[in-house]
């Protein structure tokens, strides 16, 4: 199915963070050996932060305290409309028992692997873009 061109519409910070939230899954993108790797992970958004689970002997315990990007996004295959979002900041590993045990109640892994180190990305940088149609966009300018 083909479906028409988008339009690309950059989206504002607090509404991008929004969209993040909404889903479940997303991709961490940071280095591994000097090159660069990317993990499929599922999440959640705490207070503008965007924490995950991963579990001991994860390539991804090596970017704590370096610069990674997350990405999430939800667009349909069909038409081909929907967004994308990427945060980029610090990855630091949650150490506090309390703060702990808060994100392991509010996120469950999606993999039958014991979870024991819990990451936060505070994003410094945040890039949102909606796919929309074109016809969409101008009957909402009539309206």
Same mark, same amino acid.
């Given at each position: 199915?083909?479906?028409?061109? =988008?339009?690309?519409?950059?989206?504002?910070?607090?509404? +991008?963070?929004?969209?993040? &939230?909404?889903?479940?899954?997303?991709?961490?993108?940071?280095?591994?050996?000097? @090159?660069?790797?990317?993990?499929?992970?599922? $999440?959640?958004?705490?207070? &503008?932060?965007?924490?995950?689970?991963?579990?001991? %002997? +994860?390539? /991804?315990? &090596?970017?704590?305290?370096?610069?990674?990007?997350?990405? +999430?996004?939800?667009? *349909?295959?069909?038409? $081909?409309? %929907?967004?994308? #979002?990427? #945060?980029?900041? =610090?990855? *630091?590993?949650?150490?506090?028992?309390?703060?702990?045990?808060?994100?392991?109640? /509010? /996120?469950?892994? $999606?993999?039958? @692997?014991?979870?024991?180190?819990?990451?936060?990305?505070?994003?410094?940088?945040?890039?949102?873009?909606? @796919?929309?149609?074109?016809?969409?966009?101008?009957?909402? /300018?009539?309206?």
């Amino acid at each position: 199915m083909h479906s028409d061109p =988008k339009r690309l519409r950059e989206l504002p910070p607090a509404t +991008a963070l929004r969209l993040l &939230g909404s889903v479940p899954i997303g991709r961490i993108v940071f280095t591994a050996h000097a @090159l660069p790797a990317i993990r499929p992970v599922n $999440h959640v958004l705490v207070d &503008g932060d965007v924490v995950l689970r991963c579990h001991a %002997g +994860a390539a /991804l315990l &090596g970017a704590i305290g370096q610069v990674v990007a997350y990405e +999430a996004d939800d667009i *349909d295959p069909e038409t $081909h409309a %929907g967004w994308s #979002v990427i #945060v980029t900041g =610090k990855a *630091d590993e949650v150490t506090g028992a309390d703060e702990v045990a808060h994100y392991e109640r /509010l /996120l469950r892994p $999606h993999v039958d @692997l014991t979870m024991e180190h819990v990451v936060r990305i505070s994003p410094e940088i945040i890039t949102g873009f909606e @796919l929309t149609d074109v016809t969409q966009d101008a009957k909402d /300018l009539i309206a």
